[in-house]
């Protein structure tokens, strides 16, 4: 099974600042018949279900400010919210679907400081 | 629109069997795969369950043999039977949606239903 591990586990960035949230994954899960990345992003808010940001590692769900991006490739990747807003407080989601079980990474909690 | 709305959660002595359902709308199952996932109290999401475009279905190590996904396309409902329960089941379980067959992401979720596992 693919593992996935993000860092921190939990982050506290002052509001308009840039928050970054890493994902790594214990094997590519770069798909190589559309040469795409098999990585989504999502926000859990307290109370909540899931939600999709982003898929195939840097394009954004229908509906999502582009405040939030995706980035990198084969084995490291990269959440970036540009300026942090006081409803962007969650937990946040890497999930690999390259290769059943589509694992999550273990969240990362993003605060206000 | 696409809804997805789960029911069975219950309390259940370890041993016991209890079956979820997830009743979908908005889209038909054989074009989407279906997928569970659930997160215990205070922990991070598990994808525990699939059931792909063709009928295939896949599950963690943890609930080989004990759990049973499946789906019944003409009432656009999939399920989850869990046999043999433990307290380490105690969890929200979530019913998602595939963004196509498989090898895709989770676009719809449900609101979850809740099992507890204890004496």
């Known amino acids: 099974d693919i593992v996935m591990t993000q860092s921190p586990d939990s982050l506290a960035v002052s509001l308009g600042e840039r928050a970054t949230i890493n994902c790594r994954s214990s094997?590519?899960?770069?798909?190589?018949?559309?040469?795409?990345?098999?990585l989504a992003w999502y926000q859990q808010k307290p109370g909540q279900p899931p939600k999709l940001l982003i898929y195939?590692?840097?394009t954004r769900e229908s509906g999502v400010p582009d405040r939030f991006s995706g980035s990198g490739s084969g084995t490291d990747f990269t959440l970036t919210i540009s300026s942090l807003q006081a409803e962007d407080v969650a937990v946040y989601y890497c999930q690999h679907y390259a290769s059943s079980p589509y694992t999550f990474g273990q969240g990362t909690r993003l605060e206000i400081k | 629109e696409v809804q997805l709305v789960e029911s069975g959660g219950d309390l259940i002595q370890p041993g016991g069997s209890l079956r979820l359902s997830c009743a979908a709308s908005g889209f038909s199952m054989n074009t989407n795969y279906m997928s569970w996932v659930r997160q215990a109290p205070g922990k991070g999401l598990e994808y525990v369950s699939a059931?792909?475009?063709?009928?295939?279905?896949r599950y963690i190590d943890s609930v080989k043999g004990r759990f049973t996904i499946s789906r019944d396309i003409s009432k656009n409902t999939v399920y989850l039977q869990m046999n043999s329960l433990r307290a380490e089941d105690t969890a929200v379980y979530y019913c998602?949606?595939?963004?196509?067959?498989?090898?895709?992401?989770?676009?719809?979720w449900g609101q979850g239903t809740l099992v507890t596992v204890s004496s």
């Open positions: 195939w590692a840097s």
């Open positions: 094997q590519s899960v770069l798909y190589s018949s559309n040469n795409k990345n098999n």
């Open positions: 059931i792909y475009g063709d009928g295939t279905t």
């Open positions: 998602a949606r595939g963004m196509r067959t498989s090898n895709a992401p989770l676009d719809y």
